[in-house]
């Protein structure tokens, strides 16, 4: 347990049982998030990744967070770090051993966060906003990649040129005596939104922490989409800040195009309603948080990795979707598939351990390959190196009822470890080995 002035902090993995005598939060904060459903905590101040429990199907509203009872409290398959007023629980990752190394650099991978020994440190932050302010970029570019957010206005007008409804009151007032012109109104598309107003007011919030502010100068994409930003929203001071959060409560961004802003606006509020101490253990009984979905990160992380080489459908947005069976029957997302229809090959990310793949697992791939005519398929997953355990596993499937001959041409199913070192003494060292398991895993599989 680590303890500071006005806080209290729990420390723990994913996937794992914590036993009553060693948990050290208080009961309060165990019925406020023990065995409660991932859907009724998203409504809350938690961001979630990915954003929607709905669109995950390894990740369903019925899941939690953590479970308690008697014995102490189980942990799931979710890694961050969840508060509830002056208390904070971190989970981190089951394959880091002694660090929580793995699971920051699959963030930076994953999300582009700036990872270094000394600054994004979720269990030791005093800071909600250092936690929130670093995810400001990638949700940033995600969203512009749908280009600006844009929403219809009505414009008065009064001039000659009619080109929308009379507006009869106005122009009654503005045009007796009759000398030509005409008031007029009309529905224009206008960048100058709350939506905008608010990314902008962000922006400018960021811009004033000395700290954090060189988020919004790492990367030359971010630097244009803040430009493009800023261009398109000269009257953003016109509503105050209050009145433009506000208004983005009240008004969220609910069409499926921009979905990705959807996310960006509650990430903005966040932040905004932050610096006005929100967060503060005086005034804050809501849940925050940041929780990642271990399968949808080690999965994303992987795509970083072999992304070149294979498509990676995903569940989450609608992409790549195939069907097992003619008539659309079947819905399928392998994880990915190589790009060349040659020598095709499956790859499925599991964030599980060798010995937990199986069953299911097994039935899944091997549907898979006969689906794509593939010739191999692959687990890929993470494997703990201070562990004495083979790492790599091929497996070749059998052919015939009451025999045991392996099935002519070989079907392979080949369980692909990527180690995680364990001995680094700071992070530089462990990327550096990573660095070589990844080239290890890619020069296998490609």
């Not at 303890?3 to 005598?21: E, H, Q």
């Not at 600054?119 to 005093?126: A, G, I, L, W």
């Not at 569940?315 to 790549?320: A, D, F, Q, R, Y």
Request: aromatic share 12%; glycine share 6%.
């Amino acid at each position: 347990m680590t303890v500071s002035i006005g806080s209290m902090r729990m420390k723990t993995r994913d996937n794992t049982l914590t036993g009553a005598p060693e948990v050290t939060i208080s009961q309060d904060f165990i019925d406020r998030i023990a065995n409660k459903n991932l859907e009724d905590l998203e409504a809350t101040n938690l961001f979630l990744f990915p954003p929607r429990v709905s669109d995950v199907d390894a990740l369903d509203a019925s899941h939690f967070v953590m479970m308690a009872n008697s014995d102490g409290i189980r942990t799931t398959n979710v890694m961050g770090v969840i508060g509830y007023k002056d208390e904070r629980l971190f989970i981190g990752s089951r394959f880091d051993a002694g660090n929580d190394y793995f699971f920051y650099y699959m963030l930076k991978k994953v999300l582009n966060i700036n990872v270094i020994n000394t600054e994004v440190n979720m269990e030791h932050q005093t800071s909600f906003l250092e936690l929130l302010i670093p995810l400001f970029p990638k949700f940033l570019n995600n969203a512009m990649k749908k280009g600006l957010y844009k929403e219809y206005r009505v414009k008065k007008y009064n001039d000659t040129n009619i080109k929308g409804a009379i507006d009869f009151k106005r122009h009654i007032k503005k045009n007796v005596p009759f000398l030509g012109k005409v008031a007029y109104n009309t529905r224009e598309f206008s960048y100058e939104n709350h939506v905008i107003h608010l990314i902008r007011y962000t922006i400018e919030f960021i811009k004033r922490r000395k700290n954090l502010r060189r988020i919004l100068y790492m990367n030359d994409v971010t630097k244009e989409n803040i430009h493009v930003i800023e261009e398109n929203s000269l009257d953003f001071g016109s509503i105050n800040v209050a009145k433009t959060i506000h208004r983005n409560i009240r008004k969220p961004v609910r069409h499926g195009y921009y979905f990705e802003y959807q996310a960006l606006q509650r990430l903005c509020i966040a932040i905004l309603r932050a610096e006005s101490n929100y967060f503060n253990k005086d005034s804050n009984t809501e849940v925050y948080g940041i929780l990642f979905d271990g399968a949808w990160l080690f999965a994303e992380y992987i795509n970083t990795l072999i992304g070149d080489q294979f498509l990676h459908p995903q569940n989450t947005k609608g992409i790549g979707r195939h069907y097992l069976f003619n008539n659309t029957n079947g819905l399928i997302y392998p994880d990915f598939i190589s790009r060349s229809g040659l020598n095709r090959k499956i790859a499925d990310a599991k964030y599980k351990p060798i010995n937990n793949i199986r069953g299911r697992d097994y039935l899944q791939l091997v549907a898979y390959i006969y689906r794509f005519e593939a010739a191999e398929g692959y687990f890929i997953y993470p494997f703990q190196k201070s562990m004495d355990k083979e790492g790599n596993k091929t497996l070749s499937l059998l052919s015939g009822v009451d025999k045991t001959s392996v099935r002519d041409p070989n079907v392979d199913v080949i369980k692909l470890s990527i180690g995680i070192p364990s001995q680094e003494s700071d992070f530089s060292a462990f990327e550096k080995v990573m660095l070589e398991e990844e080239a290890e895993l890619k020069r296998r599989m490609i």
